[in-house]
């Protein structure tokens, strides 16, 4: 299942877990005991970025963290290594790879030897060209702040609209500015009155645009209804 088109912040459920996708994507997947594989030949032919998001659900609720692992390759090139579906205590995860290619595009995924029971499993994904989005590490590091937060907040509704390109248009909570071109990178984040629990993640200040003093959050701070990054 396969689109070239915007990602979508529609919320369904499916098990009773939120999702920020339609249900229809995530009622169905590709499973290989060992890997799956999806090769794209009609790519530009001059080298241009694009973004791959990838939408993952386990459908056996019995199936536990560590079952399930498996290493994700673009172009031949590990983007992810040891993946696993519910690393963050959720049977949905979302993912967003970044590559230059031209022509082609080869996604790969494939099962950890000794250290997995099951072969991959993937609902969708989605193919963006960077014609005008996000900072690469922008969006990288968002997503990982945003499945820190997941863990300790499977229901927040805010994290439920928190999908596709941070900043095109821009999530909830985001303040973000053009710095080159069609290249735009996070300078705010404001997750104050949202009603969060848990950790601060220690990731947001790896966000480098952020403008203001960034402070440093030990292990022990957790998270607050006054919770703000500017």
Known sequence: MVSLSEPTNSTTYINDVKKTVPAKVLQTALTHKDRL?????????????????LYFFEFNQSIKAG???????INNEIKMGKFDIW?????????????TASRSLNLTLVKVENAS????????????????????????VIMKVRNELVLNNKENELLQTWSGDPCFPPWKGLKCQNISGSLFVIT????????????????ITELSYLTGKIPQFPKSSVLTSGSEAQ
Do not use: C, K, M
């Not at 594989?37 to 694009?50: A, P, V």
């Open 37 to 53: 594989e999806f090769l794209h030949s009609d790519l530009d032919t001059e080298d241009s970025n694009y973004t791959v998001f």
């Open 67 to 73: 079952q399930r692992v498996f290493d994700i390759y």
């Open 87 to 99: 690393n963050y205590g959720s049977p949905y995860r979302e993912a967003a790879l970044s590559v």
């Open 117 to 140: 029971d099951l072969g991959p499993i993937l609902n969708a994904y989605e193919i963006l060209q960077w014609i005008q989005g996000t900072n690469q590490q922008d969006v990288e």
């Open 188 to 203: 705010g984040l404001n997750i104050s009155s949202r009603q969060f629990q848990g950790p601060i993640p220690a990731s």
